[in-house]
């Protein structure tokens, strides 16, 4: 309270700005759930009584040896989490969000099983074992593999596959039904593999029906649909009652999808993950902040869209989120709407408001708009991924231009204080702190991707006559600069993945700016009128278009 009043004061008496840009909270107690050891050791110990719940009461003779079974198994899935998925092990939230996902899968699976044992001995319109076999078929038994491959990514899809086939089997019958092992993890496989790109809540649907046809096949494999008696095909029982466990067999797996369909936005707005279908989502272009830019920073926006290309395309080379790159790109510069005239596609040509300034003014200028990107992200609500990449997009890389500037005019102030006979250290000081982006660097494949596709467009508007081999020249030196600068430490790229980044970016830059042949004029040059009507006009002499330089 008193620091608002103190910073009252100081604007009154113009010593501080009116304006407070927005900030992300971060607070000791969220970052210590998030990575504190006892937080994860009680999502483990929540995990593990939840599983025994669901065991125990199972009525086998030995429940106890399934118990301890299923807590080697459990072991097993957090050494694969450790040593295949380190950031995921490391994430409190991402670790509820795995495990939490499984208990509702076994819990499901749970239910249904029950219920079918139930059904034995009622009468219905089938005999009771059909009866029985419909809700067998009716387990959901890709629920789990199908959601995580969703959020987290394929690999997070198999490993669900693999453990929650194993937990399912202990759950329904024991150690022994390979039946429920063998269809939960072909089935997991089947969702996992339609599932690794998915754009439309419509494509959902699509892998349900996969998904229940791989049910449906497997089946019939192991005599659970069926069978039918070919020699009486007058008897219509046997192929109602095949009618009905295949419509069962084929509908478990859709239902699968609608289950995913329903608590998959819940996840994603409870952990603060963004999937493929939300970032087609966030990539409309009629955004309001995209739609200021527009009208406000059209230099900007036309620089957004080129960097959504090429970053676009080489996250495509190396297997990266490339929605996740394009969506960023047309973000990642939101800041420049406070002061567009001061960056330099948006400035008119008879003028350059960096002339009247500082070099330290300037680069401040230029510097702000990354904070000014992050106020802007936050008051509309844009997710924590586009959030962090406007934040990085420039790591703490220098901008060399000013510097430079200020250096040039360091020496000249230096040689004209040798003559004033002025002190040294009445000289301006130049430090290189002053001209960095305040950063973080980057710190995944795609921000390094965006990042280094900016400066590379940004370059690649000084090239006086384009090139193959200027271009190439180019994205090398860029590359090279930040490598030595160490902005590309602290993200996970590889050199082989830079040298696909790299080759990308020349192919898409070679397709845009390549030079256009020089075709002749529609029109046809009338010849001045003579005084002798029987001169001949001579034809139009074909003009030779020359050779295109890409």
Same mark, same amino acid.
């Given at each position: ?20 840009? =927005? ?10 759930l /998030?990575?504190?050891?006892?937080a ?31 807590l ?15 950031k ?45 076999q ?20 394929r ?30 993890l ?18 959902l ?33 046997h192929?109602?009652?095949?009618g ?26 409870v ?24 009208? /406000? ?13 090429l970053?676009? %395309? %080489? ?46 003014m ?22 924590? /991924? ?35 006979n ?8 130049? =430090?290189? /702190? ?6 973080p ?62 080759e ?5 830059l ?5 030079? =256009? ?5 529609g ?10 009507r ?6 139009? =002499? ?5 050779v295109?330089?890409?």
């Open positions: 309270m008193l620091g608002f009043f103190e910073r009252q004061r100081l604007v009154k008496k113009g010593l501080a700005s009116s304006k407070l840009r =927005r900030r992300r909270t971060e607070s000791e107690f969220l970052d210590t /998030e990575q504190g050891v006892i994860k050791i009680a999502v483990f110990a929540g995990f593990v009584a939840g599983l025994g719940l669901l065991i125990y009461p199972e009525g086998s003779p030995q429940p106890m040896k399934n118990v301890f079974i299923a080697l198994i459990f072991l097993t899935a957090l050494a694969q989490l450790w040593i295949n998925h380190p995921t092990f490391e994430r409190n939230s991402r670790l509820v969000l795995i495990f939490l996902v499984f208990l509702l899968h076994l819990a499901v699976v749970k239910m249904v099983l029950i219920t079918a044992d139930a059904q034995i001995g009622t009468a219905g319109v089938l005999n009771p074992l059909a009866r029985q419909l809700w067998w078929l009716a387990v959901p038994l890709a629920f789990a593999p199908l959601t995580l491959s969703v959020l987290l990514g690999y997070h899809g198999l490993f669900a596959t693999v453990f929650i086939s194993l937990w399912s089997a202990i759950v329904y019958r024991g150690t022994t039904d390979s039946v429920v092992l063998v269809m939960s072909i089935c997991g496989f089947v969702a996992v593999f339609v599932t690794m790109r998915v754009r439309r809540w419509t494509q649907l699509r892998a349900g029906v996969f998904i229940g046809l791989a049910t449906w096949i497997l089946a019939v494999m192991f005599g659970m649909v069926g069978p039918v008696l070919w020699g009486s095909l007058g008897d219509g029982l192929w109602r009652a095949l009905w466990q295949s419509a069962v067999a084929v509908g478990s797996g859709v239902l699968t999808a609608l289950l995913a369909t329903l608590v998959l936005p819940i996840f994603q707005t952990f603060r993950i963004t999937t493929d279908i939300s970032w087609l989502e966030l990539s409309d272009l009629n955004h309001p902040l995209l739609k200021r830019l527009t009208i /406000e920073a059209p230099g900007t926006y036309h620089h957004s869209l080129v960097v959504a290309n970053s676009e %395309a %080489a996250a495509e080379a190396i297997g990266a989120n490339a929605t996740m790159c394009r969506v960023c790109s047309y973000f990642h510069d939101i800041g420049k709407l406070v002061k567009p005239e001061y960056f330099t596609e948006n400035m008119r040509r008879d003028r350059n408001p960096h002339d009247e300034l500082a070099p330290t300037s680069a401040l200028i230029i510097i702000a708009h990354v904070k000014e990107g992050v106020d802007l992200a936050l008051k509309h609500g844009l997710n924590q /991924e586009v959030i962090d990449l406007i934040q990085q997009h420039h790591g703490t890389s220098l901008v060399f231009f000013f510097y430079k500037r200020a250096l040039q005019q360091q020496e000249d102030a230096r040689a004209g204080g040798k003559i004033m002025m002190r040294e250290e009445d000289l301006p000081e130049v =430090r290189e /702190e002053s001209f960095r982006y305040s950063g660097r980057p710190q995944t494949k795609e921000a390094a991707i965006v990042s280094l596709a900016d400066s590379i467009e940004s370059a690649s508007r000084s090239l006086e006559r384009v090139t193959p081999q200027k271009i190439d020249q180019l994205i090398g030196d860029i590359i090279q600069a930040r490598l030595i600068d160490g902005q590309l430490k602290e993200c996970d790229l590889t050199m082989r993945e830079l040298e696909e980044v790299a990308s970016f020349k192919h898409t070679q397709s845009m700016m390549h030079t =256009r042949v020089a075709y002749p004029s029109r046809t040059e009338r010849p001045e009128r003579t005084e002798r029987d001169t001949p006009i001579p034809a139009p =002499r074909p003009s030779v278009p020359p295109s330089a890409a």
